[in-house]
């Protein structure tokens, strides 16, 4: 999906584009049908972005976002995290548990 062209009056299905083009590193390159386009409560609050709003998102989207570096923030996204040992942990004692509990139904 090819990115839109350059405007002096930015509009909120261009800011879609953007999204839908892989340009905000949000997605892949590929078009989203969504059910409400964006935008669209906005309008139908009978205020909608300005240009000038749809001109800064999509500055903040492209440019701004990605200043710090290529690689998204966020624990989601580092899959580099290591071996589990809280969830094995509680797995564990929960087994424990278990165990202990059938053994003392048994007359242990």
């Known amino acids: 999906m090819d990115p839109p ?6 509009t909120v299905e261009m800011l ?13 390159s590929v078009y989203d049908p969504g059910l409400a386009s964006l935008g669209a409560d906005d309008e139908a609050a009978g205020t909608p972005a300005s240009p000038f709003q749809v001109a800064l998102a999509r500055l903040s989207e492209r440019t701004l976002r990605w ?5 998204p923030v966020g624990a989601t996204h580092h899959k580099d995290e ?3 040992v809280l969830f094995v942990s509680f797995i564990a004692a929960v087994a424990v ?3 202990f509990g059938i ?3 048994r007359g242990g």
């Open 16 to 28: 879609k584009a953007d999204i839908d083009s892989g340009r905000t590193g949000d997605k892949n």
């Open 103 to 105: 053994w003392l139904v």
């Open 82 to 84: 290591g071996f589990p």
């Open 67 to 71: 200043s710090k570096g290529a690689r």
């Open 5 to 10: 062209p350059p405007s002096d009056t930015p």
């Open 97 to 99: 548990v278990f165990a």
